[in-house]
């Protein structure tokens, strides 16, 4: 339904109350990304990443998205690779 500043104050509630549940940072980093909020998601899913490299697969690649729209081709890459 696109509502996103609602979702991203649920998620935000989420990360609130339990900062090591990750699922919180991923959906505000989805959020920050479909709004262009490039940086704000890479900051989101950054912090995924160092809590759990398990994930690197998916959560890599949406970071690498927000890269390629900021131009970072370099980094982009770094996550691709």
């Not at 991923?26 to 909020?37: A, P, T």
Request: charged letters at 25%.
């Amino acid at each position: 339904m696109r509502q996103i500043e609602k979702s991203k104050r649920d998620f935000q509630t989420a990360v609130e109350l339990d900062p090591k549940k990750l699922s919180g940072y991923i959906g505000l980093g989805d959020c920050n990304r479909i709004e262009g909020e490039f940086l704000t998601a890479i900051q989101n899913y950054t912090i995924v990443l160092q809590q759990d490299a398990s994930v690197f697969e998916i959560i890599g690649l949406k970071r690498a998205i927000c890269y390629i729209e900021l131009k970072q081709y370099n980094l982009a890459e770094n996550d691709i690779n």
